[in-house]
């Protein structure tokens, strides 16, 4: 089906906006690795890359 173009402006609107909050996340998480270590925020951060893999996997 063919979106109109208010539709897709939204929708990139919309993913503009989720980049962005993904990309002030990063940020904070570079934050808390000056606290805890960096060595111990890749240790989190591999286990979500492993959620993300299994969520991946699940989908298709």
Do not use: C, W
């Not at 906006?17 to 998480?29: A, G, N, Q, R």
Request: charge should be negative; proline fraction near 2%; avoid cysteine.
């Amino acid at each position: 089906m063919n979106q109109t173009p208010e539709v897709v402006q939204i929708k990139n609107q919309i993913r503009e906006s989720l980049y962005h909050e993904l990309k002030i996340h990063f940020l904070e998480l570079t934050g808390i690795g000056r606290v805890i270590g960096y060595d111990e925020l890749q240790k989190e951060l591999m286990k979500a890359i492993e959620l993300l893999e299994l969520q991946k996997d699940g989908r298709t």
